[in-house]
């Protein structure tokens, strides 16, 4: 008998970059309802490619100009190559935002925004399409952006007023790693790279899974006071905005500290007690040992090694207060007790 699987929520797809037409099921299957996506995940998790809708051709219609409901400006439209179509009530109603190939440079596949239903539809292709922007800008420079869309790449260049360069992953927060590691040498030419997700909770898990894939002190993450970017440009929180942005966080995997972080530990050092071993001559070279510090003693087989080290145990009952622990691998039990 089958069981009936039920919705559960709506996700970003992967494969078309929508950022809400995948459907999760509680089985743990999803589909992707993007016209012309064909992405398919079974309840196991391995992805298979399903036919749904014919692949739509390539959609590059209408004119640039601005985007006043998004507060985004004909010469912001004019950078990215993005255009809107107009209903007959002279209301935008559609955005077209192109990707470009990374090799020639023409615009291969668009992502289709529907203004009323806020839906995205997928045209062309993507197989050697870069990040969205990323035609725009020369490789190399101080700083650069990456957003979790493409109308925030927009709204962080309007909020800039273009001195950087902005791009947006196209796969969103699902696919951020796979869309930054396919353009990872460009990027890291870039002396500071800004992650500018969104700021709920799959955004940060997202730009926290992209920060380890740059060299360490590269990246940065910019935590929002807001959901987006696109948000503060129409909040017209454009201040806030940057003092955010200048005030992201590098980001260094754990264990790693810079070498100017390092006085107030040394100043602050508290005094180490040192214990003096059993033989002077031992002690004019090591000043005794202390706690934290690691002694390996070596010498030819046969020659007092464990002996050295039962000394120092019968030394250090009676010069100490401390209990020892004795892991001594190559004897017996009764033998490592009789000391």
């Known amino acids: ?88 009530d ?11 190939d990374k090799d020639t440079g023409a615009v291969i596949g668009t992502k289709v925004r529907a203004v009323e ?12 399409a870069g990040l969205f922007g990323q035609q725009a800008f020369k490789s190399g420079g101080k700083y650069i952006t990456i957003t979790e869309g493409e109308a925030d790449a927009l709204a962080v260049n309007e909020m800039f ?8 992953i196209r796969s969103g927060a699902a696919g951020a790693s796979k869309d930054i590691k396919a353009n ?29 894939l740059f060299t360490p ?32 966080k590098s980001y260094r995997p754990d264990g790693i500290v810079a070498g100017n972080e390092t006085w107030d530990m040394i100043i602050k050092q508290s005094d180490v007690k040192s214990i003096d071993y059993p033989w002077a001559c031992l002690n004019e070279y090591t000043h005794g040992f202390r706690k934290q510090e690691l002694v390996t003693i070596t010498s030819g087989s046969g020659m007092g090694k464990s002996q050295i080290v039962r000394e120092l145990e019968h030394y250090l009952l009676g010069a100490t207060e401390d209990n020892i622990g004795i892991l001594a691998l190559e004897e017996d039990i009764p033998k490592t007790a009789l000391g």
């Open 217 to 248: 002190n590269k990246a940065k993450n910019l935590e929002l006071s807001m959901k987006d970017a696109g948000d503060m440009l129409k909040a017209r929180k454009v201040q806030d905005f940057v003092k955010e942005w200048w005030n992201a």
């Open 1 to 88: 008998m089958a069981v009936e699987s039920t919705f559960v929520r709506h996700e970003p797809c992967p494969a078309c970059g929508s950022k809400d037409n995948l459907a999760r099921y509680s089985d743990g299957h999803a589909v992707c309802f993007t016209g012309g996506c064909s992405h398919y995940e079974r309840g196991d998790g391995q992805v298979i490619s399903i036919q749904q809708k014919p692949k739509r051709s390539l959609e590059m219609t209408g004119v640039v100009a601005a985007i006043p409901d998004r507060r985004i400006n004909q010469a912001t439209a004019q950078r990215y190559g993005v255009t809107v179509e107009y209903g007959t």
């Open 117 to 128: 239903t806020k839906n995205f539809y997928a045209t062309g292709g993507f197989d050697n």
């Open 161 to 168: 007023d273009g001195k950087w360069p902005v791009v947006s």
């Open 90 to 100: 002279g209301q935008i109603v559609k955005h077209h935002y192109p990707y470009h």
């Open 184 to 212: 990872l040498e460009w990027l890291e030419s870039f002396d500071n790279v800004v992650i500018c997700f969104d700021s709920d909770k799959a955004g940060q898990e997202a730009a926290r899974s992209v920060l380890d």
